[in-house]
C-alpha cells in the first residue's frame, strides 16, 4: 500500500509535468528512466529518492518544496485510536466508583486533570 505522502508528492509531479508540458517520456530520458518509472512515482506506488526529487525540481524548474505543498501532516500521520479505546472502554464500565478510581489513576500516572461534569 502506498504512503500518503508518496501520492500526495506523485500528484504533484504529474500536475507540474503536465503544466509544462512534458509527456511521461519526455521526463524519463532527462532522468534516463524508463517512462513507467515515472507512472510509478505519479500514483505513489515507488517512492522518490530524496535526491532524485531534486533532479525533478530542477527539470520542472520548481522548488523541491512545491511536491509537498498543500501536504497536511496530519493526514499523513497514522492514527493512533488508543485514547479512543480507551475512552470506549471507560464508558462501558456502569460503576461510577471504579470509573472514578481509574480516571484518578490516569490523571496521576499523565499529571493531567479531567475536568469532571455534575452528574
Known sequence: MSHP?????????KQIR???????????KRLSLSF???QKYEIGSNRIAASRLFELSR??????????????????MPRNDKGLDIVNALAAIEDDKIKSRIVTFIEDVSGLTVARRAS
Open 59 to 76: 527539470i520542472l524548474d520548481v522548488p523541491t518544496a512545491y511536491f509537498f505543498e498543500g501536504l497536511v501532516e496530519a493526514e499523513t
Open 5 to 13: 505522502v508518496d501520492v500526495h508528492v506523485g500528484k504533484r509531479l
Open 36 to 38: 513507467q518509472q515515472i
Open 18 to 28: 503536465t503544466l509544462r508540458r512534458m509527456s511521461q517520456t519526455d521526463v524519463a
